[in-house]
C-alpha cells in the first residue's frame, strides 16, 4: 500500500455527555453535520487560534488536528469544558491521505485536496504540503498565526469552514458581521518564496513558497485559484 499517513496530524477524541452541543457553542462548523467538516476555534474577536477537521465516531467526536498543538487544543477546550462529563484525550489513531480516490472522502475544504481517512499509523506520507500549497490553501498555527487572523481573512467562507445559520459560537458576532458586510481586506495567500516581510506567516525555502497575509488589492504574484477567483470576482461585483 502507498505511504498514506500524515505524520504531523493528531486525534482528540471527545467522549461523554453531549459533545455536539458542547462542541456547537464553541467551533465555526455546524455540528449537526455533514461530516467531516473544517473548523475553527476562535477568539471572541474571530481571530483564528485553531483549525481542525471534525469527524465523528458514533457519539464520540474526533479533532483531526496539528500534532504540534493537540495538547494546546486539548487544554483550551477543556477550560469551556466546565462541570460537563466530558472526556478529551489524544488518541493513538492517524489521519491519512491520498490525492487519488479509492479510498476515504473528500477534503471537506476542497475536493481537489484529495481524499482523507482515518485508521492506524503507517508508513508518512510525502506530497501533501506541496499539493495543498498549490492549491492556495493555508492552514496550521504557522500560516494562520494564532490570535493572528481573522476567520474570513483565512479563506474560511470559501472553504467550506463556517457555518452562517447555525447560532452562536466564539467569535461568532464578527465573523458574521465581516459575512454580511462583505467586508473582507485581507487573504492569506501562497506566493513564490521572496524576501520575508510583516505580512509573511510561513516560508517553505524548499517547495520556493511561503504564505502571507495580504490586501486583496495587492495580491501581486500570489496564487489565485479558481476558487479563490471567484470570491474576488463577487465581492468586486
Known amino acids: 500500500m502507498n505511504a498514506t499517513t500524515l505524520a504531523d496530524r493528531s486525534l482528540l477524541r471527545l467522549s461523554g455527555e453531549d459533545v455536539r452541543g458542547f462542541l456547537q457553542g464553541l467551533v465555526t462548523a455546524d455540528m449537526a453535520g455533514p461530516f467531516p467538516a473544517w473548523a475553527g476555534l476562535l477568539t471572541p474577536q474571530g481571530k483564528a487560534l485553531f483549525d481542525f477537521i471534525v469527524w465523528t465516531d458514533g457519539d464520540d467526536v ?14 483550551r477546550l477543556s477550560i469551556y469544558r466546565l462541570r460537563r462529563a466530558i472526556t478529551i484525550e489524544q488518541t493513538n489513531g492517524a489521519v491519512h491521505w491520498s490525492r487519488e480516490p479509492g479510498q476515504g472522502v473528500p477534503d471537506p475544504r476542497l475536493a481537489e ?10 508508513e508518512a506520507a510525502t506530497g501533501w504540503h506541496a499539493h495543498r500549497l498549490s492549491l492556495g490553501v493555508a492552514e496550521g498555527e504557522a500560516e494562520l498565526g494564532s490570535d493572528k487572523t481573522l476567520w474570513l481573512e483565512a479563506n474560511a467562507r470559501e472553504l467550506n469552514g463556517v ?8 467569535g461568532q458576532e464578527n465573523t458574521a458581521r465581516m459575512h454580511h458586510r462583505s467586508k473582507v ?34 495580491l501581486g504574484d500570489a496564487v489565485v ?13
Open 62 to 75: 474526533l479533532l483531526d488536528c496539528e500534532a504540534s498543538v493537540a495538547e494546546a487544543l486539548r487544554r
Open 113 to 122: 485536496l484529495g481524499y482523507r481517512w482515518l485508521g492506524e499509523p503507517g
Open 163 to 170: 457555518s452562517f445559520t447555525k447560532g452562536c459560537y466564539v
Open 185 to 218: 481586506n485581507r487573504r492569506l495567500v501562497v506566493a513564490p518564496l521572496g524576501e520575508p516581510g510583516e505580512r509573511t506567516r510561513a516560508t517553505y525555502p524548499d517547495l520556493g513558497l511561503m504564505v502571507e497575509l495580504r490586501r486583496v488589492e495587492a
Open 225 to 237: 485559484p479558481d476558487w479563490l477567483a471567484t470570491a474576488l470576482a463577487h465581492a468586486d461585483a
